[in-house]
């Protein structure tokens, strides 16, 4: 099961006005609405648990998890998903004293929205009863389908027994707010993970050529110990450089045919980078050394094009090298949390841990994520070490 936490944050508080940030949700409808915006992306097929504290119902933490297809277990699922609302609150220093329940989930096969909600009942109620039941009222239970919802805890018949209501569209003070803020929201939870998904054929065919001749050359040279290994270290190093150069001159070269599509733009970035130049730099990557400087392109005019060209070796990673990953997408997790784009670097670093589960540097960095830890710390530590160093990071 996999659960994404986030702590309490300044997303939504108790009003708005010209001052500060804060907003009021003022009912379901504002609730549905501003789901996105409370979790940097617009959940599918999702279970999402939200803290509320003090009195007028501050939100706290999040937690978001896929729901079980098997109902057998979702009594187990409701109460795990209450047990980390709370530990999270705590760790945090400040316990939720209620809760918000919102079951994310489309129609498939036919099924029309309402029968989602019908179907989805039970693991609202189960959910309800895990948090009453550790002294944490859920104060609405939402189900969003098909462009509408519904209210679990509504009394109304006529109000949440039918076609539902439908969603307003972006009209909440949570939507304007974060219009006015500039409040980035990303696509679906699917949209995020799919831009780091290997490539297909043909392309799969020709990299897992690239990797076969690049890893016979390189691999001996990275396990000698009479010098060899710094060798390819430093080439790793200057090739990564030369490649963020290329990235960042043809994003000024192509300004005018800019998309707002990911695939689009994930597409161009695959046709900058050759099998053999991707095959080198993943191989390159596996000496932490190496990765350790590969993580200094992390702010200024490097970070966007260092981003890009990691996710780019990510989706390079095909068949038997997916273990490769690990090193670009902690990288672009790296980049991203330290950029400020906290889901895009959840997404990116659960990626890299699942890739493999002992990549340390991925681990951790998942870990102070998750616990809402600063980026700005790990950014000067490595800049004191860019400075001591007498070797240029771009040799």
Do not use: K
Request: charged share 25%.
């Amino acid at each position: 099961m996999t659960m994404h936490h986030e702590p309490a944050g300044p997303h939504a508080r108790p009003h708005h006005d010209r001052t500060d940030s804060r907003v009021t949700l003022r009912g379901p409808a504002d609730l549905a609405d501003a789901l996105p915006y409370l979790l940097g992306y617009h959940p599918e097929d999702s279970i999402v648990l939200i803290g509320l504290h003090g009195p007028r119902g501050r939100v706290g933490g999040r937690v978001r998890i896929g729901i079980p297809e098997d109902a057998g277990g979702w009594p187990e699922t409701a109460r795990e998903l209450a047990d980390c609302l709370l530990e999270g609150g705590t760790a945090h220093g400040s316990r939720p004293d209620a809760a918000v329940i919102c079951l994310c989930r489309d129609p498939a096969g036919g099924e029309a929205p309402a029968q989602v909600r019908d179907r989805l009942a039970p693991l609202a109620q189960w959910l309800r009863t895990a948090c009453g039941s550790r002294d944490l009222p859920v104060l609405e239970a939402l189900c969003i389908s098909g462009g509408r919802y519904w209210s679990y805890c509504c009394p109304d018949p006529e109000c949440c027994d039918g076609e539902g209501t439908r969603l307003p569209s972006g009209t909440s003070p949570m939507a304007a707010a974060a219009a006015h803020a500039g409040i980035l929201v990303h696509g679906s939870l699917g949209d995020l993970e799919r831009r780091l998904d290997p490539l297909g054929e043909p392309a799969a065919s020709r990299q897992a050529d690239a990797f076969e001749a690049v890893a016979g050359a390189l691999v001996p040279r990275i396990l000698d110990d009479r010098g060899e290994a710094e060798a390819v270290r430093l080439s790793t190093l200057r090739l990564a450089g030369e490649l963020i150069t290329r990235y960042r001159r043809a994003t000024a070269d192509n300004r005018q045919a800019a998309t707002g599509d990911p695939a689009v733009a994930d597409a161009r970035d695959d046709a900058l980078l050759t099998s053999e130049e991707a095959a080198t730099l993943i191989i390159g990557l596996q000496d932490r050394l190496a990765r350790d400087r590969a993580a200094e392109w992390m702010e200024g005019p490097d970070a966007a094009p260092a981003l890009r060209l990691w996710r780019a070796l990510a989706r390079r990673c095909i068949g038997p090298w997916s273990g490769h990953a690990a090193a670009p997408l902690t990288l672009a997790g790296w980049v991203a949390w330290s950029t400020g784009d906290r889901v895009g670097a959840r997404t990116a670093l659960g990626r890299a841990v699942r890739a493999d589960p002992e990549y340390v540097f991925g681990r951790l960095l998942l870990q102070a994520l998750r616990e809402g830890l600063d980026a700005e710390p790990l950014r000067r530590c490595m800049r004191r070490q860019r400075a001591c160093r007498t070797v240029d990071r771009r040799p």
